[in-house]
């Protein structure tokens, strides 16, 4: 059987996951999307999760971010038992996430995308439910504002314009400016470079980098392992739903990741020796 | 592909929906297609019909598009959502039904008027219920909506078909006109709010740095309301004054405008329409915006209703669910420059469409037209505005599939 990690031999055994989830499943009626999962990471740490197209990492960030129920699994926030049911309980916990299909309304300009679910309301209405009061637009250009200068997005002139007329790239900068605002521990990445050029593949990395430095929780899924290698402290591999291994990045070469992302753990250990 | 350096249909195509997509990108620019009908509509009856533009035949024409402007309003808070109320004109008259016979049975008007409005949004809320939870399609539930709500509005007027509405508090609704110096007044101060509401985001926006407009848009946006607004309180003055109607319409879009523009409310309506999961993944809830659309449906619905009995001094079937007033509501809506595909419009745009529908129902009734030319031209300038919408929707995703 394929350990479930190998922290014990890998050094810092004694740090704790910030984020714990453990025994997830999930089955997409015939399709065994995850099996028994789990899966961690600390702060001030960037994990990749690496594995093959359909392995289970997509599933895995939708349910850590609440946007997906797992069929049974259990979640802990600093060894904290915590229930994650809706998108609204993971964002409760300081879990933001940005999607592979990036999750964005292009009928909105900018700022509304930043803001969607969190729109901030003026004060002073206190007298009307919360869905009735008036929005503040111009804290939410304003947040929008910042998290997109820290990104540099330089192509993006207006915060209000509109998503549906922005590039691709664009958009995913929208996405993660969504997902690095403030008050966050931790911050899940689902590809978010794929759809990204070299100049600006490199400010997400470093954006990753940052918000290590800033002790968060950082999840970088990537398919590129150049990237993986660059960023990461450690490397979590599925494969088919299932728990391979977990790596130090720095005691390993891109070649065992390959290996175990194709082959499994058995194989890649058996190549090895 | 064509050829390059060859302009093909296709490219020309793009381009035009490209131009069109622009023109709607703007809050303020969503209203240029409409405001281009309805001009261009004016300007053909003013010079043909003399009677057209005259003080007289512009108040009728903005009672006549009462109800029907009322109905697009509420429809256009499901159109954003992609879903659709076919049942609007029949909620509408059920409503209306209910008031005359409590009112017949003696009951005070007000409490009349609330019942009416309470069985309004409990209809819509129960279609919106039928929508969301059980999953079928709206345009199922509410079809089914509207032979019912049809067959119980007949139950509730009985063998007679109609009755007559004499109660003195619901016609005000549609007799009362304001005295000048009280629409003068109002007009003024509305342009004014405006005007300041306007100058102070624009101040604040220079004092917080972010994106202001031009100082030319600025005032110019200031002055065409102010003219729209004047304008019109003059040409109604010179006749009988503003009427209390237009007033209580305007007060209604302006408050249901606000809730859906600047709201979480509102904010989470135009998520839902543009994508439902996205909305989801944000933790919005979803479903209760959907059915809370429905019921705004119904409670427009209602005062439609109560407009219409008051406005037609009586409620008979054939004036609400059994004539063309759902088609003209859907009509108006889609004319404003509200997308059926969700995601895009305004209830101001209904307004406005509701007015194209209605001046050019009234100019073609002055120049002796047919009941058969109407239906022609109504349908050809619905068709036209589903058109512009369904080409500004294609000039999205050109522009997606030459950005990445
Ligand atoms: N909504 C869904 N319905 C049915 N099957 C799904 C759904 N989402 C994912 N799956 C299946 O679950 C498996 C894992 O998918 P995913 O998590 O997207 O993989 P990855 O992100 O690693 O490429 C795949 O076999 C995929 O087909
Ligand atoms: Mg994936």
């Given at each position: 059987m394929p350990s479930v990690s190998n922290d014990e031999e890998a050094g810092r055994p004694d740090v704790p996951p910030h984020l714990l989830a453990t025994g997830v499943n999930k089955r997409f009626g015939g399709v065994e999307?995850?099996?028994?999962v789990t899966f961690g990471v600390r702060r001030g740490e960037v994990m990749a999760l690496v594995g093959d197209n359909g392995a289970g990492k997509s599933t895995l960030m939708k349910i850590i971010a609440g946007a997906l129920r797992a069929d049974t699994g259990s979640f802990a926030i600093d060894a904290e038992p915590v229930q994650i049911a809706s998108p609204h309980d993971a964002s409760d916990l300081g879990i933001r996430i940005v999607y592979q299909d990036l999750?964005?309304?292009?009928?909105?300009d900018v700022s509304a995308n930043v803001a969607l679910g969190a729109e901030p309301v003026k004060r002073g209405w206190g007298f009307l439910p919360h869905f009735l009061r008036p929005l503040d637009d111009l804290a939410m250009e304003e947040t929008a504002r910042d998290a997109i200068d820290r990104l540099q997005v330089?192509?993006?002139?207006?915060?209000?314009?509109?998503?549906?007329?922005?590039s691709g790239g664009q958009r995913q900068a929208i996405a993660i400016a969504r997902a690095v605002?403030?008050?966050?521990?931790v911050v899940l990445l689902d590809e978010p470079t794929a759809a990204l050029g070299i100049a600006q593949t490199r400010q997400v990395l470093d954006v990753v980098k940052r918000l290590r430095d800033t002790d968060h929780a950082v999840v970088y899924i990537s398919h590129n392992l150049r990237d993986v290698f660059e960023v990461s402290d450690r490397i979590t591999v599925l494969r088919q739903g299932r728990n391979v291994a977990v790596y130090e990045t720095a005691q390993i070469t891109p070649d065992v990741i390959v290996a175990a992302v194709t082959r499994g753990l058995e194989e890649a250990t058996a190549d090895a020796a | 592909m064509p050829p390059e350096g060859r302009p093909s249909v296709a490219g020309l195509l793009g381009l035009l929906a490209l131009r069109f997509q622009l023109l709607r990108e703007t809050r303020f620019g969503s209203f240029g297609p409409v405001l281009v009908a309805l001009a261009v509509i004016w300007l053909w009856f003013g010079i043909t019909e003399?009677?057209?533009?005259s003080p007289r035949n512009i108040y009728f024409l903005f009672m006549q598009s009462a109800v029907v402007g009322t109905l697009a309003v509420g429809l256009t808070v499901v159109l954003l959502l992609g879903e659709i109320d076919l049942s609007a004109a029949a909620m509408a008259g059920v409503c209306a039904a209910l008031l005359a016979v409590l009112l017949l049975g003696g009951m005070p008007a007000p409490l009349a008027i609330l019942a009416a409005i309470a069985l309004g949004v409990t209809m819509g809320l129960a279609q919106g219920v039928m929508v969301v939870f059980v999953g079928i399609p709206s345009f199922v539930v509410t079809l089914a909506g509207l032979l019912g709500f049809q067959g119980l509005m007949l139950k509730i007027l009985g063998i007679q078909g109609a009755i007559n509405m004499r109660d003195p508090a619901v016609r005000a609704l549609t007799t009362v006109a304001l005295p000048p110096a009280w629409g003068w007044g109002l007009g003024i101060a509305c342009a004014l709010a405006f005007a300041a509401f306007a100058l102070h985001d624009q101040m604040r926006r220079r004092a917080r740095n972010l994106e202001a407009d031009s100082v030319a848009a600025l005032c110019g946006r200031i002055a065409f309301i102010a003219i729209l607004v004047l304008a019109a309180v003059g040409t109604l003055n010179n006749y009988r004054g503003v009427p209390l109607l237009v007033v209580v319409l305007m007060a209604l879009t302006a408050i249901l405008g606000w809730v859906t523009t600047s709201t979480p409310f509102g904010r989470s309506l135009f998520a839902v329409g543009g994508n439902a999961e996205t909305a989801r993944r944000a933790g919005m809830s979803v479903r209760t915006v959907r059915v809370a659309a429905f019921g705004i449906v119904g409670l427009m619905a209602a005062i439609g209703g109560i407009v219409g009995a008051s406005r037609y001094a009586s409620v008979s079937f054939n004036a609400f669910a059994g004539g063309p007033l759902l088609l003209e509501a859907i009509g108006a809506a889609v004319i404003g420059?509200?997308?059926?595909?969700?995601g895009r419009g305004s209830v101001w745009n209904a307004i406005l469409g509701a007015l194209v529908i209605g001046s050019l129902g009234n100019g073609l009734d002055l120049s002796g037209a047919s009941a058969a030319d109407k239906l022609m031209f109504s349908g050809a300038i619905l068709l036209l505005a589903a058109a512009m919408d369904a080409v500004s929707r294609r000039g999205a995703n050109f522009t997606r599939g030459g950005g990445a």
């Open positions: 999307a995850l099996c028994d999750a964005l309304c292009e009928n909105l330089r192509t993006l002139h207006s915060v209000r314009a509109r998503v549906g007329n922005l605002g403030a008050d966050s521990s | 003399p009677a057209f533009l420059g509200t997308s059926l595909f969700g």
